[in-house]
């Protein structure tokens, strides 16, 4: 049997930085390759990917799994009491960038799709698309597999994708869908001047603050079925002005929202604008608006797909999973328009953190509830 613990610490010690390879693409081409699955590489301005198919291409049925070998920066290396890409094992515990996010869920999976084609060999295809461009901006990873998917043919009937799904607990909760998310910067300008003086300057600074305030202050809803309200947090506010006597000339603003299935990127989009155009208006200054839409929201409906994994998931752990929309952003919001998708993966508190680390025995766990829905998929 494949020894998904194995297979993870062989993926942590391979330095695979964003958009650095590291050798971890390279290591499951082969693993996968071996046991017999069709594997392709596609790579994409200098962001490296995998796809793996075992079976027939273009079956009715296939099982797909997703997820991302690339890990953010180890930040202080001094501050870590355990190498970073060293992958040791200290009282059942594994320490290591990508340990839980999400090296970790990569291995369980492949481990489970490896020996579950050997012994049980499917009427259908399982397919893996493995990324390394997810930590990143997430242009040239899964996208340019899809992309490659469209081009030749390849298709997934249903997908999960491996990430860390857990706040605290094994199996607690599982994601069937993500809000959106979006930044918007903007940048006031009026006239420097001497603080003296203020008639003869135009302030940005006071048309800033009634600009982030209107936009904080305003109820974007009160949630839906499945997802918690809309959220928009202020995240800077700079002049860059070290002068007590110089009004300065710009003042620069920048706001994220997450959003639900109320709103899209682009009726977010005209609401900020018309916002800064009614400030812009009021104060005689002049404000750019610059708008950065990173996903819309995404909802698979409680249904087949879900119920599959949440019953493999209660028999493996005991635990019954909520059904999520919360957290971040992840790459099912590019697989949501290729095939149903839901996330499932490990507790996921330590990931990004300094001693990034995950229990043994949960990759082990994790590996029995992917065989199981495997199993169940095809039976």
Known sequence: MTDPVELTTDLIRCPSVTPEEGGALVLLQRVLGEAGFECTRVDRAGICNLFARWGQKGHARSFGFNGHTDVVPVGDATAWTMPPFGAEIRNGVMYGRGA??????????????????????????????????????????TVALLDHM??????????????????????????????????????????????????????????????????????????????????????????????????????????????????SGASLSEWLKSEAATVAETFDVNIETKIKI????????????????????????????EFSTTGGTSDARFIKNHCPVVEFGLVGRTMHQVDECVEVAQIHQLKAIYTRILTDYFA
């Not at 481990?111 to 930590?135: N, S």
């Not at 006071?206 to 936009?215: F, Y």
């Not at 819309?296 to 599959?308: C, K, M, N, R, V």
Request: aromatic letters at 4%; a negative charge; charged letters at 20%.
């Open 150 to 263: 469209g081009a030749t043919d390849e298709r997934m009937s249903v997908c999960l994708v491996g990430e860390p799904t857990c706040p605290n607990t094994m199996g607690e909760m599982m994601k069937i869908g993500r809000r959106g998310s979006m930044t918007a910067w903007f940048a006031v300008t009026g006239v420097q001047g001497h603080s003296a003086y203020p008639h003869r300057a135009k302030n940005p600074l006071p048309a800033m603050a009634r600009l982030m305030d209107r936009l904080a202050g305003h109820e974007l809803d009160q949630g839906t079925d499945h997802f918690d309200a809309s959220t928009l947090a202020v995240v800077t506010i700079d002049a860059g002005n070290p002068a007590t006597n110089v009004i300065p000339a710009q003042c620069r603003g920048t706001v994220n929202i997450r959003f639900n299935d109320l709103h």
């Open 294 to 321: 990173s996903g819309e929201s995404f909802l698979t409906p409680p249904g087949p797909l879900s119920d599959l994994v949440a019953q493999a998931v209660e028999t493996e752990t005991g635990v019954c999973p």
């Open 100 to 141: 839980t996010d999400m090296k970790s869920g990569v291995a369980a999976f492949a481990a489970a799709a490896i020996d579950f084609v050997r012994h049980t060999p499917p009427d259908g295809a399982v397919i893996l698309t493995i990324t390394g461009d997810e930590e990143g901006d997430a242009l040239d990873g």
